[in-house]
Antibody
Framework: EVQLVESGGGLIQPGESLRLSCAAS????????MSWVRQAPGKGLEWVSI???????YYADSVKGRFTISRDNSKNTVYLQMKSLRAEDTAVYYC?????????????WGQGTMVTVSS | QSALTQPRSVSGSPGQSVTISCTGT?????????VSWYQQHPSKAPKLMIY???KRPSGVPDRFSGSKSGNTASLTISGLQAEDEADYYC??????????FGTGTKVTVL
């Protein structure tokens, strides 16, 4: 079964760091483009970051310089390292798999992991 | 990277059709044929409904259709059913490997 399971969320103070993990099963993360999308409480979806199969990475302006996406092919896992966290980073973070039939769509989503930035 | 503009809500009776608009600019919706639509039920993860403006993934009912004209994309739900009540988000490629989501639309089945 094709599945994504996120972990690593929690309550953290402003300015601190956190790393989210996304374990994939049923496909290889190295063979697909993978992305993180977040959703603040009661708000809409916001694209955060993407890593392509070739390894190139891109970020939304709101997180550029603070967040880093990476993957470990041996663990079939994608990560999102978050630094200098702010209150406005509070959200459910979803890991997504790129749809193979499209240049830009996401067909598999994890259940999400909640990140709360508060003192 | 401003969010694409969607109506806050649309509603319709069972069996009717509703259309959700998604307005961007020539730098996103108008510039690429990479618009996708997602359905999200409360406390659930989003689900891909339409990709590349008008294509449906396997398993998505043909009641869902997508189109685009200029800087505005649209999602139409024909033969509205109770289970279609959810939030819907559009998403467009915006160049330089970024993408932008819409503000979201709540569909209510009366």
């Amino acid at each position: 079964e094709v599945q994504l399971v996120e972990s690593g969320g929690g309550l953290i103070q402003p300015g601190e760091s956190l790393r989210l993990s996304c374990a994939a099963s049923g496909f290889t993360v190295s063979g697909n483009y993978m992305s993180w999308v977040r959703q603040a409480p009661g708000k809409g979806l916001e694209w955060v970051s993407i890593i392509y199969s070739a390894g190139d990475t891109y970020y939304a302006d709101s997180v550029k310089g603070r967040f880093t996406i990476s993957r470990d092919n041996s663990k079939n896992t994608v990560y999102l390292q978050m630094k200098s966290l702010r209150a406005e980073d509070t959200a459910v973070y979803y890991c997504t798999k790129g749809y193979s039939l499209s240049h830009d769509a996401f067909d598999i989503w994890g259940q999400g992991t909640m990140v709360t930035v508060s003192s | 990277q401003s969010a694409l503009t969607q109506p806050r809500s649309v509603s319709g009776s069972p069996g009717q059709s509703v259309t959700i608009s998604c307005t961007g600019t020539s730098s996103d919706v108008g510039g690429y044929n990479y618009v996708s639509w997602y359905q999200q039920h409360p406390s659930k993860a989003p689900k891909l409904m339409i990709y590349d403006v008008s294509k449906r993934p396997s398993g998505v009912p043909d009641r869902f259709s997508g189109s685009k004209s200029g800087n505005t994309a649209s999602l139409t739900i024909s033969g509205l059913q109770a289970e279609d009540e959810a939030d819907y988000y559009c998403c467009s490629y915006a160049g330089t490997y970024t993408r932008v989501f819409g503000t979201g639309t709540k569909v209510t089945v009366l």
